[in-house]
T-cell receptor, first 116, second 110 residues
Framework: DTEVTQTPKHLVMGMTNKKSLKCEQHMGHRAMYWYKQKAKKPPELMFVYSYEKLSINESVPSRFSPECPNSSLLNLHLHALQPEDSALYLC???????????????FGQGTRLTVV | QQPVQSPQAVILREGEDAVINCSSSKALYSVHWYRQKHGEAPVFLMILLKGGEQKGHEKISASFNEKKQQSSLYLTASQLSYSGTYFCGTEEVTGNQFYFGTGTSLTVIP
């Protein structure tokens, strides 16, 4: 199984709502990532979990809250988002060796989020 | 730090060759190359780990100049299926962030 599964595929939420994005992989990867991608732009790194610990937070607003319940699951909790947060949210996972990502990252198909 | 790619966009006819460049201001541990088609997730093409390394899969190959912090992706005899946006991704020597480059839109026409 070389898949990263993200749910839901599409999400529309109001600015006062609370929702969660989910990501799952069963490849035994110990690094998992959240990226945000706007149209015609490269993916922007948001968070990195390494061995279930948050290792990188790229100055993301607190209305985005990541969680890694176990080595296979990654969540992104959303609260009080703004319309400019509308984007494609991509989850990825990769092997780690000596703290390095020296193999490919596998990406999920993403959640297309619209904040109204 | 986000690496910079050039060119921003390129249009090719089937069978033509293209080179996409990726440049970083930071010392790099690795360079990855991905292709993303519209509405889809990025798909891995290859990874380069050491300076001067070159890899390839038939008509797509890449090189990594560790001293210059630069990588190039070579596409030869392009096919319609090569169309998409190409991103390099870099992991710096210090820290383990993985940043995508600015992207290159490649369109292959018949």
């Amino acid at each position: 199984d070389t898949e990263v599964t993200q749910t839901p595929k599409h999400l529309v939420m109001g600015m006062t709502n609370k929702k969660s994005l989910k990501c799952e992989q069963h490849m035994g990867h110990r690094a998992m990532y959240w990226y945000k991608q706007k149209a015609k732009k490269p993916p922007e790194l948001m968070f990195v979990y390494s061995y279930e610990k948050l290792s990188i937070n790229e100055s993301v607003p607190s209305r985005f809250s990541p969680e890694c319940p176990n080595s296979s699951l990654l969540n992104l909790h959303l609260h009080a988002l703004q319309p400019e947060d509308s984007a494609l949210y991509l989850c990825a996972s990769s092997q780690m060796s000596k703290g390095r990502m020296n193999t490919e990252a596998f990406f999920g198909q993403g959640t297309r989020l619209t904040v109204v | 730090q986000q690496p910079v790619q050039s060119p921003q966009a390129v249009i090719l006819r089937e069978g033509e060759d293209a080179v996409i460049n990726c440049s970083s201001s930071k010392a790099l541990y690795s360079v990855h190359w991905y292709r993303q088609k519209h509405g889809e997730a990025p798909v891995f093409l290859m990874i380069l780990l050491k300076g001067g390394e070159q890899k390839g899969h038939e008509k797509i190959s890449a090189s990594f100049n560790e001293k210059k912090q630069q990588s190039s992706l070579y596409l030869t005899a392009s096919q319609l299926s090569y169309s998409g946006t190409y991103f390099c991704g870099t992991e710096e020597v210090t820290g383990n962030q993985f940043y995508f480059g600015t992207g290159t839109s490649l369109t292959v026409i018949p």
